[in-house]
């Protein structure tokens, strides 16, 4: 590179880093201005739910609102944290628009720690429970599998993967699908159980992914908010059939017959 190019390129380092600090030194100005002027009369939301569900989907529908603030996994992993740390520091002052702010947290998470923000959610009663459920549990699997092959979790209608079917396809346990259906089933059934005495509604992703408008609103309602218009990015990943992305669909439908799970395989 000549020195021409080299002192362009550092200009361009030089730039870029000017404009990252532009950036969080904004941020950090924000941050103070809700410190002193926001509030914390919002209401509070959990999305309950496990991966594959269309929860990133959700998520942007809810955050979409200008009265609501909805984040993602923050209860993933506490990387050492305690856990009313982390709990205090994102239930905390928000801007004075917003009037309702929550997260997602899966059944097993965090993956690092205990019960501990389980036990804070059932324990405030005025809590809403959005409990987030695929009833086609092969597809949720089927989903989860493809994903961990592809490194690929969610596409959006201006980013698409334009991945094909091969690239896609896998093969299934049988043993493993028996168990990871028994084990939802028996999450889902806990939550329902556990968050009896909480303002409470159910939203299943074959609604979410056919009209996710119509539940953006259902919840909207649910959350004693008004309706805004919804502008929906996300898209389905795997709109193929179960038979063709699962290899050895056949052997597993004949394994499943008279159990719980065969209806799985209607499709």
């Known amino acids: 590179m000549s020195e021409f190019g080299r002192g362009l390129h550092k200009s361009y380092i030089k730039i870029d880093h000017l404009k990252k600090y532009y950036h969080l030194l904004k941020k950090n100005l924000y941050q103070k201005r809700v410190a002193l002027r926001g509030h914390m009369g919002y209401g509070k ?3 309950i739910c496990r991966s594959r569900t269309g929860s990133s989907l959700l998520k942007s529908l ?6 609501i603030a909805c984040s993602g996994e923050i209860f993933k992993t506490l990387q050492g944290k305690d ?3 982390v709990w205090n520091q994102f239930f905390n002052k928000k801007p004075k628009n917003i009037k309702q702010v929550g997260c997602k947290i899966f059944y097993y998470h965090p993956l690092d720690g205990g019960t501990e923000v389980w036990d804070l959610i059932e324990r405030d009663s005025e809590i809403k429970i959005i409990h987030l459920i695929r009833k086609n549990r092969l597809s949720a699997l089927v989903s989860q599998k493809i994903g ?6 969610s596409e959006n209608v201006d980013r698409p993967h334009g991945l094909n079917l091969d690239e896609k396809r896998i093969s299934l346990d049988f043993e493993e699908c028996k168990n990871t259906f028994q084990k939802i089933s028996n999450y889902e059934e806990h939550t329902r159980r556990a968050f009896s005495n909480h303002p409470y509604t159910e939203i299943y992703y074959e609604n979410l992914a056919e009209d996710p408008i119509s539940t953006a609103y259902e919840l909207y309602e649910f959350l004693g908010l008004s309706k805004k218009e919804v502008v929906v990015k996300n898209k389905k990943q795997n709109p193929e ?4 992305l699962i290899m050895n669909y056949e052997d597993l439908k004949q394994q499943f017959l008279g159990t719980p799970w065969e209806v799985h395989f209607e499709n």
Do not use: Q, R
Not at 62 to 67: K, R, S, T
Not at 241 to 244: C, F, H, R
């Open 45 to 47: 939301f959990i999305i």
């Open 62 to 67: 809810l955050d979409h609102h200008p009265e």
């Open 83 to 85: 856990t009313h740390t």
């Open 148 to 153: 961990e092959k592809t490194k690929l979790w």
């Open 241 to 244: 059939k179960l038979s063709e």
